[in-house]
Structures are given as C-alpha cells and as structure tokens.
C-alpha cells in the first residue's frame, strides 16, 4: 500500500524547503549546514543515534527493529483512508495523505525533535522504504540533522532477521538445562548469566514458561515475527567461541514456535538433567505462580481445556482440590498426572536427535550450597 498511496512527498518537499530556507535566509543565507538523507542497507547502521520507525502503530506492534521509536506519518485510520482513496481517484488520496504526513510530521518535531540537538542522527524506516520514510527524512535532513534511510525499509530488515535465523545458531555451542516442570531450570539459567556465563532464555524472550499455565502474569506474548527480531538480537550479541546455556524447551512456547535451525542445533547440545524431590518442586511452583492461587476461577478457566489429556475426572477433582484450598495438593496432582508425563514424551523425542549422552543431577533443593555444587560442576566441566 505504501507505493500505491503516493502520499505526496513532492508537496512536502516543496513546502518544507520554502519554509526552512526562509526561516533559516534570516540567519545563515548558505544553509551549508542542511544535507540529503542518506540511503543505508544495515538496519543496525553504527553511525546513527536512533531508530525511527514511521509505520502505523499496528505495523509496530506486530513487529520492529528492537530499540525502535515508533512515530507514524500516517495513522492506522488515516493510513486506510488513503489507501481507500486511492483506488477511487489517486490525485485526491495524494493531496489528502500530504495533508496528514505534514500534519503528523509537524506534530512530531514539535513534540519530540525540537528537543534533539545538531549531533542528533536518525535512521528512518517504513514498509519499504519509500514515501512515509523519505517524506520524515527529508525535512530532518532540511533542518540540518544527518539523516539516514533503511533502504528497503521494514522489508529488507525482516529478509536479514530470517536469514540470521538460520546462520547463527549453526555457530552456536548450545549446552542444555533439562528436568521435570518445577525443577529450577529458569533459576538455574539466571544463576548462569550472573556467574558471568552466557545465556539464551527463551522463555524470556517469549514472556511464557512453556506451560498451559506459563503466561507470564500481565504480559502478552510478542508475535511470532516480534520474537523472531528479539530472537535475532540476542544471539547477535552472543560469541560463538563460548558456550550458550538454554533450557530445554518444546517446540512451541506459548503461541510462539522456536525457529527450526535454532531447535535443531539446541537439540544436539550436551543435556544437563536435574532431578529434585517432588516437595521442592512443588514448592518452588507454588512461589512462581502465587497470581494463579489468589485467581482461582480463572485458573480453572485455563485448567479446563486440559480435560482431553487427562480426561474430565481429573479436571473436576483438581476443581475440588482449589475450592478447599489445598493447592500443595492440586500443584502434585497436576505436577505427576499432566506435566511430567507430557514433559517426558517431548524430551524423548529431543533425545533421539541428540548427539551427547544426558548428565543426570540429584539435587536435594534449590538452596544456595546444592545450587553453587551443581553450577561449579557443569560450569569447569
């Protein structure tokens, strides 16, 4: 839609140049200081300060460069206007969306640019990198900021994000946390990072622990392209000469699925299992999901697509369990008649693709000495 619309920028360009060259003739007739926005293919170019992202805000939410500023042009509602408009009579859908990206723009430099001083360097990005990232480039460029354009736009990022996808996990050394739901792998990874060790949390990344009960508590989940990018800057950030810890994970986390390359590759790494008492498993659950217990009609909400795993008996008994409080009961019910059988099978399908025998650890608890023990081992081994 973004070539289609032809939102004016030769208007714009008109306009702006008359206005800042007469404003700035009063104070400096050479305007030497202005320049043309350049045309740039690195996303992550290092010589520009910001990221500016003009799409819609719905185009933001479903995906952007991480970091990214968004500061539409155009509006969601103004961006179908036009484009409705144009399919009517193109020259009224240029003059209107002019008319809304020199409106959209004034409001940001007033709101937002003004602030920013003659070092300030943006890169600008739409769709594609055409008229709603030229036409914002273009009139920073003309106040005399040095301005850079993704050429491409959002499109050319996203063909880099797949493409890494695939290339940098095949560089990865990936060593594998394992172990029944409840067992400390997501704190065991964190003791990892701040050991000094680097790390991939997925569930992270995700906002889910990778249960129907995972949902992280007042978060949504990022789409599947979000995750992607979030995915892509993380691992760009790793060195491939040292190991990357993760914690095993199915396929899917949430409603978001780990890229294949990445899957495989973490499915070779050598597995590290911790096994820990089911009273401390339990307990540790109980900790991690205290939103669960003080919602607990909710909770059976989400309890009841499980009905045909473990049939609708158990479902109802573990209703009964939460109606009288006894939630250490219900967390061991659900621990060994859904999690650990459904968590067995898929690490048995992530064992058969692996290629190092599994390290099998008996942890007493998740206090600090049994923990340290466990770390110092797989950390100097």
């Not at 209107?96 to 409001?107: H, K, N, P």
């Not at 007042?218 to 979000?226: A, E, G, R, V």
């Not at 209703?319 to 061991?332: G, P, S």
Request: with cysteine; glycine share 6%; proline share 4%.
């Amino acid at each position: 839609m973004c070539l289609k619309m032809q939102i004016g920028t030769v208007c714009v360009r008109r306009l702006v140049k008359i206005a800042i060259h007469q404003t700035a003739s009063f104070h400096d007739t050479s305007c030497s200081h202005r320049s043309v926005p350049h045309q740039t293919c690195n996303p992550f170019e290092p010589q520009a300060s910001e990221l500016i992202d003009v799409r819609t805000e719905n185009e933001f939410s479903v995906d952007h460069i991480p970091g990214a500023r968004n500061l539409p042009v155009l509006t969601q509602a103004q961006h179908v206007e036009v484009g409705t408009q144009y399919s009517n009579n193109a020259f009224q859908a240029r003059k209107l969306g002019a008319r809304y990206v020199t409106s959209c723009i004034s409001r940001h430099i007033e709101n937002y640019f003004l602030s920013k001083d003659e070092n300030y360097s943006p890169l600008v990005y739409c769709w594609r990198g055409g008229q709603r990232s030229s036409s914002l480039a273009m009139v920073l460029a003309e106040i005399g900021f040095r301005v850079y354009v993704l050429k491409g736009g959002y499109k050319s990022y996203r063909h880099i994000v797949t493409t890494d996808l695939d290339i940098l996990p095949r560089e990865m050394n990936f060593r594998v946390i394992s172990g029944l739901t409840g067992s400390g792998k997501t704190f065991l990874l964190h003791q990892l990072s701040e050991r000094g060790q680097q790390v991939l949390d997925l569930e992270g990344l995700a906002c889910h622990k990778g249960s129907t009960l995972g949902l992280w508590h007042n978060h949504t989940q990022p789409s599947q392209k979000m995750w992607e990018s979030l995915l892509r800057d993380k691992m760009a950030q790793l060195d491939s000469s040292r190991p990357v810890w993760v914690e095993s994970e199915s396929r899917r986390i949430g409603k978001v699925t780990i890229p294949g390359t990445l899957f495989d590759k973490m499915c070779e790494g050598q597995r590290y299992e911790v096994n820990l008492p089911m009273s401390e498993r339990v307990c540790h659950i109980m900790n991690g999901y205290p939103h669960w217990i003080s919602d607990v009609e909710k909770l059976k909400t989400t309890l009841a697509p499980l009905a045909r795993f473990v049939g609708k008996k158990k479902v109802y008994d573990w209703y009964d369990l939460l109606a009288h409080d006894r939630f250490t009961e219900f967390v061991e019910s659900i621990l060994r008649d859904h999690y650990d059988p459904t968590y067995t099978k898929s690490q048995a399908k992530a064992l058969v693709r692996s290629k190092c025998d599994v390290k099998q650890f008996h942890l007493t608890s998740l206090q600090e000495s049994a923990v340290n023990q466990f770390l110092n081992y797989i950390t100097e081994s």
